[in-house]
């Protein structure tokens, strides 16, 4: 295994992705340290939802590896590994398309995410114990969203949608989780509660984000990675980072990317 200091969580290395000759990443190297919010910026067409991707092995890079080294057992190379393997490790990911069960009520799409049960039909037939419904109460809690435990996910307004999807991941005690736009589609006040909230998980664990919303990354980014064409183009502090005149130029000076 690649040595790094004891702060690293996830080490990407050397990463490159190619799909039919067109390069979507290039050799990006990145440090992700333990109980920080690490985001992913960069225009449109960037390279961020592949980066994580490749994190969570959706995509194979044609060069490179991902190490996980979580706290107090051995550390593994995610790239190679099966998909569902990583997330049982403790790698979770929330993708840019919202995937609750609009059907289901909050307590049931949370039900599904525990370990263990693996699909509705393990659910119906495995109940829940004591302390997982406990857990995922407590989860619900967190999220603000426990005297919503009965209602369909369907009902449930934009934002809560979000956080229910944070739900479902914190549930299942992840080291690290992989967060793709959580604030797409919110108002201002909702995209706030949304990053206090992630402050809070933080103290639990590590939080890689991808966002355009500046405010927000402002609001609670330790470390920021500017990506641009499949490269990392700079990285560190949010100030640092966003008076970057490149930055400026490639990014900032657009406008704005949301809509784009
Ligand atoms: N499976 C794929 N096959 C071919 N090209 C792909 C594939 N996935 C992504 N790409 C291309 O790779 C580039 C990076 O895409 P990616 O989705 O990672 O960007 P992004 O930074 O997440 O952008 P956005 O901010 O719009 O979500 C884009 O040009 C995209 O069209
Ligand atoms: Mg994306």
Redesign the pocket.
């Known amino acids: 295994m690649p040595k790094t200091d004891n702060n690293t969580v996830l080490a990407i290395k050397n990463i490159s992705v190619e ?2 000759g ?1 390069k ?2 290039t050799d990006v190297r990145v440090d992700v340290k333990r109980h920080t919010i690490h985001f992913f910026i ?10 994580l ?1 490749i994190i969570c092995a959706k ?1 194979k890079p044609t060069q490179g590896t991902v190490h996980f080294y979580p706290e107090g057992r051995e550390s593994m190379r995610l790239t190679g590994m099966k998909e569902y393997k990583i997330v049982n490790e403790g790698v979770g990911r929330k993708f ?1 398309v919202p995937s609750v069960f609009i059907n289901l009520t909050v307590q049931e799409n949370m039900i599904l995410s525990l370990k263990g049960h693996k699909g509705i039909i393990d659910s119906m037939f495995r109940k829940p114990t004591k302390p997982e419904l406990a857990r995922i109460n407590e989860t619900l809690e967190k999220v603000g969203l426990a005297d919503k435990a009965d209602v369909k996910a369907g009902s449930l307004a934009h934002g809560q949608k979000q956080w229910l999807e944070i739900a479902m991941q914190l549930v299942q005690k992840p080291e690290i989780i992989m967060l ?2 959580p604030a797409a589609g919110m108002g201002k006040p909702e995209t706030f509660k949304t990053g206090e909230l992630l402050k809070e998980i933080k103290k639990e664990c590590t939080i890689i984000v ?1 966002e ?1 919303d500046m405010d927000f990354v402002k609001q609670i980014a330790d470390t920021v990675t500017v ?1 641009h064409e ?1 490269k990392v183009l700079t990285e560190g502090k949010v100030e640092d980072v966003l008076a970057n005149e490149t930055v400026q130029a490639v990014y900032l000076g657009r406008g704005g ?1 949301r809509d ?1």
Not at 42 to 51: C, V
């Open positions: 799909f039919d067109f979507a990443l960069g225009p449109n067409g960037a390279g961020k939802t592949t980066l991707d995509t840019q793709d736009e991808v355009h990506l499949g990317e784009a």
